[in-house]
C-alpha cells in the first residue's frame, strides 16, 4: 500500500446483513443525518445501488436506530471521529498536480476513512462514495450499474462529478423548511444554470463557474462579515477565476469537482475530499445535486461551529452563518440570479453544460 491503512482500520461492524460482492456498492461517511437519510437511500435504491456501507460518526439524532432497520445497509463505527488529526502516514502523498495539499505533520482521519471504506470494502471493482446531502442524477432509465458497464469506462478507474448547490428561491422559502423532518426532494428548488467546468483542461478540470455559494457570499458580502479572511486573501482566491462577461471576479470558494465513481487499486489513496491520486476519465463528467441551501443548514451550522470539526475549522459555516444573517438583513432575499434554472430533471443539467457523456 502506499501508506499502511491497516494501523488506522478501527472499523467496526454494527449492524447490517454480510457483505455482498456482486452489485455496485455505496459507500459513505454520516454525523446525524436523520435529515436525509430517507431520501437519500430512496434516491440511489432507485439508481440500482445493491448495499450501502455507512460509517456512523456518532450520531444521536436517531440515525442509528434507522440504519439498524435497513435491510441492505452495513452499519459502521469508528473510535475516532471526523474531526480528528492523526500523524501523517508514512509514505502518504502531500501534494497534488495542481493546488496544495500539505498535510505537514498531521491529516484528517476523514481522508483516511474515504481511503480505508474502498480499500477494505470495494478493493478491485466499482464503488460509489458520496455524502449523505450529494444525491448523483442520471438521465431517466439509467442506473449506476449501466453506468460502470459503458465501454467509455472499460479502462478507466475514476469518474468525476460536478457539485451544483440546490437552493431554494428565496429567504422565506428556506426558513419554511425549517420545521421540516426530512428533505423534500420534490419541492421547489434551483441551481446555477452556467457551465461549471471545463473537462478539456488538464491535469485537473478547469473552473468556469464558481457556484451558487460563491456567488452569493460575494453578493451579500459575506466574506467582509468573517474576520480571518482578508483583502489580499480574496484578491488571491479572485485572481484563480476569469474574468466573467460582466467584468467581476468571483473568488473560488470552494472545490467543485469530486471523484465519486472509483475502482479502487492497492496503492490509491484520497488526497483530501476532493482529490484521489488516480486520473479520471475526461469521457464522463457526473451531476451531483448538493443540497446545502435546505431547512436542515441552520442546525447543521450550529452543529458545525460547536464541534469545529470540519474542514479549516467549520470556515464555510461561518460564511454561510454570515450569508444568513445578511440575507435577513435584505428582508426576503433572493438565492437566485439570471441563468438560475429550476431543478426539474436531467435534461436542465445537460442543456446547461453540467453533464458530460451522458446521452
Not at 502516514?89 to 476523514?110: N, S, W, Y
Not at 488538464?202 to 483583502?231: F, K, N, Q
Request: hydrophobic share 40%.
Amino acid at each position: 500500500m502506499t501508506f499502511p491503512l491497516a494501523a488506522f482500520d478501527d472499523f467496526e461492524i454494527v449492524s447490517g446483513p454480510a457483505q455482498s460482492h456482486d452489485g455496485l456498492p455505496l459507500l459513505g461517511i454520516l454525523r446525524n443525518e436523520m435529515y436525509f437519510l430517507p431520501a437519500f437511500l430512496k434516491h440511489y435504491r432507485s439508481l440500482g445501488i445493491s448495499q450501502f456501507i455507512l460509517l456512523n460518526d456518532a450520531s444521536d439524532d436517531g440515525s442509528t436506530t434507522y440504519l439498524e432497520a435497513q435491510p441492505d445497509v452495513i452499519q459502521l463505527r469508528s473510535r475516532r471521529r471526523y474531526g480528528d488529526k492523526v500523524p501523517t502516514p508514512k509514505g502518504m502523498p502531500v501534494h497534488a498536480a495542481v493546488g496544495v495539499v500539505d498535510h505537514g505533520p498531521e491529516t484528517r482521519i476523514l481522508y483516511i476513512w474515504r481511503s480505508l471504506l474502498h480499500a477494505r470494502f470495494a478493493l478491485g471493482r466499482w464503488a460509489l462514495q458520496v455524502d449523505l446531502d450529494e444525491f448523483i442524477y442520471l438521465p431517466e432509465g439509467m442506473t449506476l450499474p449501466d453506468l460502470v458497464a459503458q465501454p467509455a469506462l472499460a479502462e478507466a478507474r475514476q469518474v468525476l462529478g460536478v457539485m451544483l448547490d440546490a437552493y431554494p428561491k428565496d429567504l422565506t422559502a428556506l426558513v419554511a423548511q425549517k420545521t421540516a423532518a426530512q428533505l423534500d426532494t420534490d419541492a421547489e428548488w434551483y441551481f446555477d444554470g452556467a457551465p461549471h467546468l471545463n473537462m478539456a483542461a488538464e491535469p485537473y478540470p478547469e473552473i468556469l463557474h464558481p457556484g451558487a455559494r460563491a456567488r452569493l457570499y460575494l453578493r451579500y458580502g459575506a466574506y467582509a462579515r468573517v474576520p480571518d479572511i482578508a483583502p489580499r486573501k480574496l484578491r488571491r482566491l479572485a485572481s484563480r477565476l476569469r474574468t466573467t462577461r460582466l467584468g467581476l471576479r468571483i473568488p473560488v470558494h470552494n472545490n467543485l469537482e469530486k471523484p465519486v465513481l472509483l475502482r479502487w487499486q492497492d496503492g490509491d489513496v484520497h488526497l483530501n475530499s476532493h482529490k484521489t491520486n488516480v486520473s479520471p476519465s475526461r469521457a464522463l463528467l457526473l451531476l451531483i445535486v448538493h443540497y446545502r441551501f435546505t431547512g436542515h443548514l441552520y442546525a447543521k451550522i450550529e452543529m458545525a461551529l460547536s464541534e469545529a470539526s470540519y474542514s479549516s475549522g467549520s470556515r464555510d459555516h461561518r460564511f454561510l452563518q454570515a450569508l444568513i444573517a445578511t440575507m435577513e438583513q435584505h428582508g426576503n432575499a433572493s438565492f437566485c440570479y439570471a441563468k438560475s434554472r429550476a431543478l426539474s430533471g436531467f435534461s436542465a443539467f445537460r442543456e446547461t453544460g453540467n453533464a458530460i457523456g451522458l446521452g
